[in-house]
């Protein structure tokens, strides 16, 4: 309750957000991750989940979208008019797209944690289902926060966008650069600060996140690759909520939009699985994306990006990568 107050002192007067929308979006997740979870299951065998059952699902978290936004544009015509309802229906859509994007780096590192960790696949299933509700979580405060932010201190977008365009220029010099997670800086910390167990197995064979042997408690390993999802989740919000803001600066947009992105992760996570080396020059694709937004922000004062055109530069960036990946597979990667 004291969340939606705040939301409603400090959203801006063309913002559509109010308690009761706010109120029926977040039991609209909550009832949305009920289902996921009670019905995108892996398979019984242990096996990971089949491409067709991920495809299928990535298009129903599409379609769930859709919906919504159909709802969305049906409430704001009756309340605000037409035109306000396709603006903010169509700043809706190119923020989506956006977020769905750039969650496309999410699923690369998702795939080097869980190879380097050897997670099976009922349990990436399962550190998935936690990983999205604390991406839900953080990234409701990062943006309520950059919310905040922007209204309070507007000249923090030319800020955003400076870092953007920095970003996507580092994304596309380092994209070949993959570093090992069990090598880096953040999974030797956790070493040096939190008790690890060897294993993830329990007595009776079972996967644990926390074992406790002769009374010490240990995280497993299982436990350590839950912290790099989270946090690398944060650590690509810190990219993706800046990005969405040169959209639109309305709260309630920017939070729909990203957690209606999020909810489909996981149905993502596992198509991309299996596409990953054919679409090896998508990340080539967020790289553009972001100097393309950046170099938006920067330009507020001087020219502003019609909606139709973000949307469509997006679109067209991302279906020319895949075209190339599938037509030209060698392009772009480097011979060991």
Known sequence: IMLL?????????MSIGSPMLYAVFFA????????????????????AVSMKQA??????????????????WWYLSQNFGNAIATQKVGEFFTGYLLEKSLAIDNVFVWLMIFAAFAVSPAMQRKILLYGVIGAIVMRTVMIFAGAWLVTEFSWILYIFGAFLLYTGVKMWQNHDEQEDPKQSGLYKFLQ??????????DASGQERFVLVKNGVKYFTPLAVVLILVELSDVIFAVDSIPAI??????????????????????????????????????PYALSVILVFIGAKMLLLDVFHVPMAISLGFIAAVLTVTAILSVKFPNLGKVEA
């Open 5 to 13: 107050a705040a939301v409603n002192q400090m959203t801006e007067p």
């Open 55 to 72: 495809g299928i699902w990535s298009a129903i978290w599409v379609g769930v979208s859709v919906l919504f936004a159909g709802g969305l």
């Open 245 to 282: 803001f040169a959209v639109t600066t309305d709260p309630f947009i920017v939070l729909t939009a990203n957690l209606l992105a999020i909810l489909g992760l996981r149905a993502m996570f596992f198509l991309l699985s299996g596409l990953a080396d054919k679409f090896h020059l998508l």
């Open 192 to 201: 040096k600060y939190l008790k690890i167990s060897d294993d993830s197995h």
């Open 28 to 47: 609209i997740v909550a009832i949305l991750l009920l289902v996921d979870f009670f019905t995108f299951k892996t398979p019984k065998n242990g096996e």
